[in-house]
């Protein structure tokens, strides 16, 4: 089937006698038994819950992927990923993550006998020296990465990591699967932060994990089960709502993302005084973007989230409190735009030393709104800017 018709049409209630057309909220922790066993068919919603499961299937079809599981949060799911290690296991991430990726990998991991190596996954030889073969089980990166978009080459790290004896973890929230599947690149295993674009509407946490590999899909079911990790039913029942609109969103979104980012690095090649204060633009959708080529092969279009440098904290600071459409507020790929200083807000929990971020960054989400009034937001709040001090 055409992924616009995926979307839309697959069984919205198995076995429903009603045959509901929108997925029932099973809203119920327990479940009556024919008889005194827990064999088959569900029993309490923390282990399985008929809701959850028509989001898990949606999710699996989307990324191509055998089995997925939904989790309370995308940190949920990474937590739940990190549970197949063992005291002693070795993991090698990128070096531009998700700040709560730093902490979990940085903070939690070390506790638990697991040591973590970060290495710029756009550099494949860089990456492929970290791995300690038979001792790395798991390389984890994110591709564009967030907010610099740097480019990975997904197949690869694949064939780097299997070469060690590691999996390899792709964080698809930035892209979401309508962009990009990594399973189909050589990754073992997608993982998502649901909250941004897949749910799209700025209203859930849950994330996700998809794989292909069956023995994984029932170690990763089991730690979930065990530590109550999974997605609630009203939750699954909003995110498998926005889930329906993923293609119309995302398409609208990167159409107007294209036009802003194209605008800004206008701006940041013009001479005026207020047009320094876009220094550099970072959206692999521009034409001189250095990972273009790989990001082509492996990703079907830029996506809605551009990053720009002003040249001062204080300059992206006033920047912010001037725009007046785009809301200051973490996270991303809602339809609504937002801003966001990430050294002081999403990424504030990664070590100062491992910082690959410049401090002034500032990151744009963008929504479904008119592109015309996102520029003109843009410009008006660049314009009553105090004019550029620093040299030229
Ligand atoms: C937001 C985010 C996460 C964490 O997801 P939550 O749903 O906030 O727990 C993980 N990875 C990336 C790339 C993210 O943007």
Request: charged fraction near 20%.
């Given at each position: 089937m055409d992924p616009w018709t995926e979307l839309v049409r697959f069984d919205a209630c198995p076995g429903d006698p009603h045959r509901p057309t929108s997925t029932p909220i099973y809203q119920t922790a327990t479940f009556e038994r024919p008889d005194a066993s827990c064999e088959g068919g569900y029993d309490y919603t923390r282990s399985g819950n008929p809701t959850r499961s028509v989001l898990e299937g949606q999710l699996a079809r989307l990324e191509g992927a055998a089995h997925a599981l939904a989790y309370a949060s995308g940190m949920a799911a990474l937590s739940g990923l990190v549970r197949i290690l063992r005291a002693g296991d070795h993991v090698v991430a990128g070096t531009d993550l998700y700040g709560g990726t730093?902490?979990?990998?940085?903070?939690?991991?070390?506790?638990?006998?697991?040591?973590?190596?970060?290495?710029p996954a756009t550099d494949p030889v860089a990456f492929a020296a970290a791995i300690r073969p038979g001792t790395t089980k798991l390389a984890l990166i994110e591709t564009p990465s967030n907010p610099l978009q740097e480019v990975a080459d997904i197949r690869r790290l694949a064939e780097i990591a299997r070469a060690g004896g590691a999996r390899l973890a792709v964080d698809n929230s930035l892209l979401s699967p309508w962009l990009q599947k990594p399973l189909a690149h050589g990754a073992d295993v997608v993982v998502h932060s649901a909250t941004k674009a897949l749910c799209g509407h700025g209203d859930v946490t849950g994330g996700v994990l998809a794989t292909n590999d069956a023995a994984l899909a029932e170690e990763l079911a089991f730690f979930r089960n065990a530590e109550g990790s999974a997605l609630a039913p009203f939750e699954s029942w909003l995110l498998l709502r926005g889930v329906k609109t993923l293609g119309l969103r995302v398409e609208r979104q990167q159409e107007t993302a294209r036009r802003v980012a194209t605008w800004l690095a206008s701006r940041a090649a013009s001479a005026s005084a207020s047009a320094r204060r876009v220094a550099r633009v970072h959206y692999v959708g521009l034409p001189h973007h250095p990972g273009r080529a790989i990001h082509e092969r492996q990703a079907a279009g830029p996506g809605s989230v551009i990053s720009f440098e002003t040249g001062s904290v204080e300059a992206s600071r006033a920047l912010i409190a001037a725009l007046e459409l785009f809301t200051c507020a973490v996270s991303f790929g809602s339809i609504t735009s937002t801003v966001s200083l990430p050294c002081a807000m999403s990424h504030a929990s990664v070590p100062a030393?491992?910082?690959?971020?410049?401090?002034?960054?500032?990151?744009?989400?963008?929504?479904?709104?008119?592109?015309?009034?996102?520029?003109?937001d843009l410009s008006s709040a660049l314009a009553s800017l105090p004019r550029a001090r620093m040299a030229l």
């Amino acid at each position: 089937m055409d992924p616009w018709t995926e979307l839309v049409r697959f069984d919205a209630c198995p076995g429903d006698p009603h045959r509901p057309t929108s997925t029932p909220i099973y809203q119920t922790a327990t479940f009556e038994r024919p008889d005194a066993s827990c064999e088959g068919g569900y029993d309490y919603t923390r282990s399985g819950n008929p809701t959850r499961s028509v989001l898990e299937g949606q999710l699996a079809r989307l990324e191509g992927a055998a089995h997925a599981l939904a989790y309370a949060s995308g940190m949920a799911a990474l937590s739940g990923l990190v549970r197949i290690l063992r005291a002693g296991d070795h993991v090698v991430a990128g070096t531009d993550l998700y700040g709560g990726t730093h902490r979990l990998l940085g903070q939690i991991l070390p506790r638990l006998g697991v040591a973590v190596t970060h290495a710029p996954a756009t550099d494949p030889v860089a990456f492929a020296a970290a791995i300690r073969p038979g001792t790395t089980k798991l390389a984890l990166i994110e591709t564009p990465s967030n907010p610099l978009q740097e480019v990975a080459d997904i197949r690869r790290l694949a064939e780097i990591a299997r070469a060690g004896g590691a999996r390899l973890a792709v964080d698809n929230s930035l892209l979401s699967p309508w962009l990009q599947k990594p399973l189909a690149h050589g990754a073992d295993v997608v993982v998502h932060s649901a909250t941004k674009a897949l749910c799209g509407h700025g209203d859930v946490t849950g994330g996700v994990l998809a794989t292909n590999d069956a023995a994984l899909a029932e170690e990763l079911a089991f730690f979930r089960n065990a530590e109550g990790s999974a997605l609630a039913p009203f939750e699954s029942w909003l995110l498998l709502r926005g889930v329906k609109t993923l293609g119309l969103r995302v398409e609208r979104q990167q159409e107007t993302a294209r036009r802003v980012a194209t605008w800004l690095a206008s701006r940041a090649a013009s001479a005026s005084a207020s047009a320094r204060r876009v220094a550099r633009v970072h959206y692999v959708g521009l034409p001189h973007h250095p990972g273009r080529a790989i990001h082509e092969r492996q990703a079907a279009g830029p996506g809605s989230v551009i990053s720009f440098e002003t040249g001062s904290v204080e300059a992206s600071r006033a920047l912010i409190a001037a725009l007046e459409l785009f809301t200051c507020a973490v996270s991303f790929g809602s339809i609504t735009s937002t801003v966001s200083l990430p050294c002081a807000m999403s990424h504030a929990s990664v070590p100062a030393g491992q910082r690959v971020l410049p401090e002034d960054i500032v990151r744009l989400s963008i929504g479904i709104e008119s592109a015309d009034d996102l520029i003109a937001d843009l410009s008006s709040a660049l314009a009553s800017l105090p004019r550029a001090r620093m040299a030229l």
